[in-house]
């Protein structure tokens, strides 16, 4: 059972805290805001209000004993340095923390914060790359070259069997598995939830509308594919 | 090719637009602020000082004849308002706007926006995920109970093999591949970049320090598997 510490609940770090604590984890989420604490306190595990920077009080949340703690404090440096040294002095080592500049990013890990994150610019990167790909609903790099990618099929390809696409011989690609639109094709038998993916499809299966194929290659030709299909 | 126009040119903006521009769209990048024009002008296919508001300075930028725009300006409903309304009416249909609130969302909508996005929700549920699952690197959701997981592997699978480890008869997970440690692997000729990642790997293969399992399977499944071998 993981245990987390996370302070300061604006919008990122409420959301960070209901998110573990629903996939299970121990949460004990803190911010000075009395009514943060109050919003949340039934989706976490213990809500607390208290300053990050008050090292007595983190000890006696059981602080000191968290696998991880994540400061989502706002663009407060001053506040996010003494709460990371404070920390490290309660013994964290994984101490994880929102920054906003690379100069900062340096001061905080100078200070003890063992990994630094960039809310804004890792969504803008991620975005950007989603709506640059072509119907590319979502993306996973595997490597600087190859990504995982869920790519909405064109109404040009509806019908098409999979042995005419050939993805794998013609475009060096792997077609790792189709999801299915919801309540969606006539053909087959898995409608319920669980069989909305297909693993490895044979070369005999058509296209329909609403399919996604979940692809696997290297980026280069996975823009080629998608370019060349759309 | 795609023609995007980014309005808010704060640290989520410029991000998007250089992604674009990096990924081959064309990018034009707007910033009612003379100094985040300038330290963008090279990573983007045009940037202009003008106020999102100005529907006579968009057109003569070419706001009209693009695929879709995305309104980045920070906490200010009313500027997202009004601009989300004037491209609306240069015939702009793809408007992207990033909100902060339900009811934000619920106004830009009736106002004509297709897409509202939450920078700060969005990254607190994801990286909840990620911090919970047990040494997981990065997911994608397939479905609703399906993923996809890049998971590190644990000190005590090193030189198992795939046949004992046996995650699909086992475990009701699908192997999908295995990304290598950077320059790791004594057993395998495939040190090149492009050879860090083995597709369908064999039963024979034995697990070495530093691999990264690419897993799919219900989240159930593969919640219990990471749980179990950490
Ligand atoms: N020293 C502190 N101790 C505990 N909580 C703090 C401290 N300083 C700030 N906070 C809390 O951190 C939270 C996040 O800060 P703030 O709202 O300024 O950031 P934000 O950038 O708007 O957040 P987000 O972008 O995640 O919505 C606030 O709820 C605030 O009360
Ligand atoms: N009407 C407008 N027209 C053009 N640009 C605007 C307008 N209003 C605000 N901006 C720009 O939008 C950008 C983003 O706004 P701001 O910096 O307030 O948001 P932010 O929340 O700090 O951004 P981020 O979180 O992405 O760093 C600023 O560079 C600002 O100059």
Redesign the interface.
């Known amino acids: 059972m993981?245990r987390?510490l996370v302070i300061g609940l604006?919008?990122?770090?409420?959301?960070?805290?209901?998110?573990?604590y629903?996939?299970?984890?121990e949460v004990i989420a803190v911010d000075e805001r009395a009514d943060k604490v109050e919003e949340i306190k039934e989706r976490v595990s213990h809500a607390v209000q208290l300053d990050g920077m008050d090292g007595e009080a983190l000890k006696s949340v059981g602080a000191n004993d968290v696998d991880?703690a994540?400061i989502a404090i706002g663009e407060n440096l001053e506040a996010s340095v003494v709460t990371t040294v404070i920390l490290r002095e309660l013994g964290l080592s994984e101490i994880?923390v929102r920054a906003?500049t690379e100069r900062e990013k340096r001061i905080l890990h100078l200070v003890g914060a063992s990994r630094v994150?960039?809310?804004?610019?890792?969504?803008?990167?991620r975005?950007?790359?989603t709506?640059?790909?072509?119907a590319i609903l979502?993306?996973?790099?595997?490597?600087?070259?190859?990504s995982?990618v869920?790519w909405e099929v064109p109404k040009n390809l509806i019908d098409v069997s999979l042995g005419e696409l050939n993805v794998t011989e013609k475009w060096g690609l792997?077609l790792?598995?189709i999801?299915k639109a919801d309540g969606a094709s006539k053909n087959f038998a898995w409608r319920k939830?669980?069989d909305?993916?297909i693993?490895n499809p044979d070369d005999a299966y058509c296209i329909e509308e609403g399919d996604v194929l979940?692809l696997?290659g290297?980026n280069k030709e996975l823009?080629r594919f998608t370019d060349q299909k759309k």
Request: overall charge neutral; charged content about 25%; cysteine-free.
């Open positions: 993981k987390f604006g919008r990122f770090g409420m959301s960070l805290a209901e998110t573990l629903a996939e299970g984890a991880a994540i994880i906003y994150i960039f809310i804004e610019q890792e969504m803008g990167r975005l950007g790359k709506y640059s790909g072509n979502d993306y996973i790099e595997l490597t600087p070259t190859h995982i869920q792997n790792f598995a999801k939830e669980q909305r993916l693993f979940i696997v290297k823009t």
